[in-house]
């Protein structure tokens, strides 16, 4: 029997899935036991043109293992229905899978040992268009993909497009950061429109 490419998809994810699950080499494995807390994979549809690749998951998504399902999730699904994106169409993940202590931002050493997983889910995904939120995925897509040269403070960079061998990407801020701050949600509201001509 053939097996389809939506099918080898998934197969692959629930192979980063279980991989990450047995992660007990993980400086934050232990802090996701104490706390019950699940690790975040990813959600959303595993042949999604845009991937949004996010920080590190919060206590909502730890408790939940679901992506950007706070506050910062009701901003972003606000973001997505001002251009008319299904968020199920889209794949949403972060770097780091686990949830750092106190919302403290991700360590250099626990970006290094997620990220290839991060790696393998753009592989297997092939989204024509990659969206970071926030300076972390940023740097850390930048740094990958051959655009260290480029790298500039978030405040130049968000909302420009830039090509790479194998998609699209534009850096956007992260949609906590709009919680309070009307003008930064304007200011997203304009990249996601830049996103969504994107594709
Ligand atoms: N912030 C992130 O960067 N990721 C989430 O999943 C939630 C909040």
Redesign the pocket.
């Known amino acids: 029997m053939k097996i389809s490419v939506a099918d080898e998809r998934d197969i692959a994810l629930k192979k980063i899935k279980d991989e990450i699950v047995a992660l007990k080499s993980s400086p934050l494995y232990e802090e996701r036991v104490k706390n019950r807390y699940f690790p ?1 994979i990813g959600e959303g549809s595993h042949t999604a043109e845009i991937m949004f690749i ?5 206590e909502n ?1 730890a408790k939940t293992g679901r ?2 399902c ?1 506050r ?2 009701k901003v972003l699904e606000e973001l997505l229905i001002s251009v008319d994106i299904e968020r199920k169409d889209v794949y949403i993940t ?1 770097i780091v899978k686990d949830r750092p202590p106190g919302n403290r931002d991700p360590l250099p050493d626990e970006i290094s040992l997620y990220a290839p997983f991060l790696d393998r889910q753009i592989e297997i995904i092939k989204p024509k268009v990659i969206a970071t ?2 300076r972390f995925s940023m740097q850390y897509v930048m740094n990958r993909y051959g655009l260290e040269w480029e790298l500039a403070p978030i405040s130049i960079l968000h909302g420009k497009v830039f090509k790479v061998e194998k998609f699209k990407f534009i850096p956007l801020y ?1 949609p ?1 950061a709009a919680i309070y701050n009307q003008e930064l949600l304007k200011v997203l509201k304009n990249d996601f429109q830049i996103l969504s001509s994107m594709l």
Request: hydrophobic content about 35%; charged content about 10%.
């Open positions: 975040v996010g920080e590190a998951p919060g998504e992506p950007f706070g910062a999730g972060n939120l926030g992260h906590a």
